[in-house]
């Protein structure tokens, strides 16, 4: 089964000082039987400090981005290697901040998987439409034309390599949440895409999660869906009581 996975993508917040006391109230807070993974993506001026707190923990340490060559004159860049030499497991990559502030491109976030998955990296793969799109009823084209580019030739085997991650622009930082019944359509169809991509096996063991303004009070719902197996948390992961409520709420027992 798949474990239920909450990661806190704090975005340009926290510089070392302030990621190190939130994180050290998180983990102090997870010591119940929770049973979800979680994780935390810090800025990465923050990343150093982050991981010497984590050193005996099982929080996962995130960055939310890199650059897809190993090495180079690329500056202001960091690469997967040095993301794993700093004791990071998982990137968030594709975000939609990514995306549409900065000019990302579908092709250059395959070439940024691919090179994080190289390096034993888990890529969170951030997907999502924009409200036109949705008005439009582009969704599922829109969403299975980036999981396909962000996926390229990865391979996927039993599905722990890789996370998708859900996130419709219009409910990023907006407070409207996308609808459980609008969440269970999009992941149900990721699911069978990733069946298409991969086979059933390997897409019954990637994890969806699903952020856009996900907060304690609507947590519960959408992590009862069939297949969303937790959240990528933005505001609500900044501050430790209401991470740990959202954390609490994708509990597996
Ligand atoms: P909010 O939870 O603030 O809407 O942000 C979601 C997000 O972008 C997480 O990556």
Redesign the pocket.
């Known amino acids: 089964m798949r474990r239920p996975l909450v990661i806190g993508?704090w975005?340009m917040h926290l510089g070392p000082r302030d990621a190190e006391a939130l994180v050290r109230a998180v983990d102090e807070g997870r010591l119940s039987s929770n049973e979800a993974q979680a994780g935390v993506a810090p800025p990465y001026i923050s990343i150093p400090a982050v991981s010497a707190c984590l050193a005996n923990s099982e929080l996962l340490l995130c960055a939310q981005n890199m650059h897809q060559e190993e090495k180079g004159a690329f500056t202001g860049e960091v690469s997967a290697a040095m993301l794993t030499e700093a004791g990071v497991k998982m990137v968030?990559l594709g975000?939609?901040?990514r995306r549409t502030l900065f000019g990302e491109t579908d092709e250059q976030i395959g070439l940024k998987v691919a090179a994080a998955a190289a390096r034993g990296l888990v890529p969170v793969l951030?997907i999502g439409e924009t409200e036109e799109q949705r008005d439009r009823g582009e969704t599922l084209e829109v969403v299975g034309r980036q999981l396909a580019a962000g996926l390229g030739d990865m391979p996927v085997s039993d599905g722990s390599e890789l996370v998708v991650?859900y996130?419709p622009v219009w409910?990023?930082?907006?407070g409207r949440t996308a609808t459980p019944e609008q969440v269970d359509e999009v992941h149900r169809a990721i699911r069978g895409m990733l069946t298409e991509h991969r086979g059933a096996v390997a897409a019954g063991g990637v994890r969806l999660l699903y952020?856009?303004?996900?907060k304690p009070g609507n947590a519960r719902e959408l992590f009862s869906l069939a297949d969303v197996d937790g959240g990528?948390?933005?505001?609500?992961?900044l501050e430790a009581r209401s991470f740990l409520d959202i954390l609490f709420a994708a509990r597996t027992e």
């Not at 409910?171 to 907006?174: P, R, S, V």
């Not at 990528?232 to 992961?237: E, K, Y």
Request: charged residues 15%.
């Open positions: 993508n975005k968030l975000h939609s901040e951030c991650a996130e409910a990023i930082g907006t952020g856009g303004s996900v990528l948390i933005g505001g609500a992961s």
